[in-house]
């Protein structure tokens, strides 16, 4: 594992860390049963049960909607987590790359790599300029993630991620592009239609408003023309979505293919 321990301050990078630290499993899946005081050995299967259940819904919209023959060879999960769903890729695929923003994340996800006794996993801190990553995919897959990134930073990740995907290799990513509580405004968020990358409090302020305080968990809709674009300037002729609803916060899974060269 490559862990550089340099996490972008006053980001939302810094609360991805404090949430790997105090409750990771919850900060992936937020709900009660998986905080770290409740955890049990059943919970624990349940939350990975829910990561193989996804990994093999997605290879199944691939070979229906995208490409009947698919087969990954090389895949990266961005956005890793603690490896919710690195465990049922790497059983599917030949080498399975994770990367993830918080290094106490990466840790657990190796705790659980371990566990699950898999040897073709590699888990690599992650950066906005995906500099610890050197090589190509032809399989990409990102689910709940771009959500808490800023759109500012999260539409250039994004292309990044384009860049390492292999001709005829096959997204799968999702994004939030608007909440339920925008239908007066059909969808769009209400003016001023700017999202800013707020700093984050500073863990020791945050601390010290309240030591119990969970972290910030920013939720981001990303404009889909920006999406769109970058797809289409990367080649990319067709899409297949899903749209998704967590709590009200409206988003589309989409998986696409880059043309064969
Ligand atoms: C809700 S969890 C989802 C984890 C995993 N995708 C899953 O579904 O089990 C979001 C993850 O995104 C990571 N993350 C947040 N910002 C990131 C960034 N800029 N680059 C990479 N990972 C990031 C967080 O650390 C966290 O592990």
């Not at 863990?203 to 889909?224: G, I, S, T």
Request: glycine content about 6%.
């Amino acid at each position: 594992m490559s862990i550089n321990n340099q996490i972008n301050s006053g980001s939302t990078d810094q609360a991805w860390e404090a949430w790997g630290q105090k409750d990771p499993y919850f900060g992936v899946i937020t709900d009660q049963k998986f905080r770290r005081t409740e955890l049990t050995k059943e919970t624990k299967a349940e939350f990975f049960e829910s990561g193989r259940l996804h990994a093999e819904y997605v290879m199944q919209m691939i070979h229906q909607y995208i490409d009947p023959a698919f087969q990954a060879q090389k895949a990266l999960d961005f956005g890793c987590g603690v490896g919710r769903l690195i465990v049922p890729l790497a059983k599917m695929v030949a080498n399975v790359v994770g990367t993830d923003v918080s290094p106490s994340m990466l840790l657990e996800a190796e705790k659980n790599c371990v566990e699950a006794d898999l040897q073709n996993v590699r888990l690599v801190q992650s950066d906005d300029a995906l500099s610890a990553l050197d090589e190509r995919f032809d399989f990409i897959h990102s689910f709940i993630v771009f959500q808490h990134i800023p759109p500012q930073r999260g539409r250039d990740l994004f292309a990044a991620l384009l860049a390492r995907l292999d001709a005829g290799g096959v997204g799968a990513m999702h994004f939030a592009y608007s909440k339920d509580h925008y239908a007066p405004t059909h969808g769009l968020p209400p003016a001023p239609a700017v999202i800013i990358d707020k700093p984050a409090k500073t863990e020791a302020e945050a601390v010290a408003q309240d030591p119990n305080a969970d972290p910030e968990m920013q939720m981001n809709p990303y404009h889909l023309n920006e999406l769109f674009f970058l797809m289409q300037v990367n080649g990319v002729h067709r899409f297949h979505t899903e749209f998704t609803d967590h709590g009200g916060e409206l988003g589309v899974f989409l998986y696409f293919q880059k043309p064969r060269t």
